[in-house]
């Protein structure tokens, strides 16, 4: 399965940025998820998506400013950030749970393939 993630940037806090993952083809019927790691931190569970669309989770540090969306007519994943803080500095990753569980997981190892990141930078 092939995930391409884009859309990182440097912003100044307040500001807004999306994030873009486009997922193969056959990825429609994935569970979604987006991870994100600063440096010298373990990967971060950011939010995460029901293959319908219908049922997202977002965790505590996000939740609010974050909104995870998918379009399965265009194979792509995205994650609207508002409100960015300097802390919100990482690389961001998509990854695919191919798993049949309907639970959305917020564990990196639950998840089988990921996208290569994309660099977010919060300026202060």
């Known amino acids: 399965v092939q995930l391409q993630a884009s859309g990182g940037g440097l912003v100044q806090a307040g500001d807004s940025l999306r994030l873009s993952c486009d997922v193969e083809?056959?990825?429609?019927?994935?569970?979604m998820g987006w991870f994100r790691q600063a440096p010298g931190k373990d990967r971060e569970f950011v939010a995460a998506i029901q293959h319908t669309g219908n049922i997202a989770f977002h965790a505590d540090s996000v939740k609010g400013r974050f909104t995870v969306s998918r379009d399965n007519a265009k194979n792509t994943v995205h994650l609207q950030m508002d409100s960015l803080k300097p802390e919100d500095t990482a690389v961001y990753y998509c990854a695919a749970d191919l798993s049949s569980s309907g639970q959305l997981r917020q564990t990196a190892t639950a998840y089988t393939y990921w996208g290569q990141g994309t660099l977010v930078t919060v300026s202060s």
């Open positions: 083809r056959t990825g429609t019927f994935y569970k």
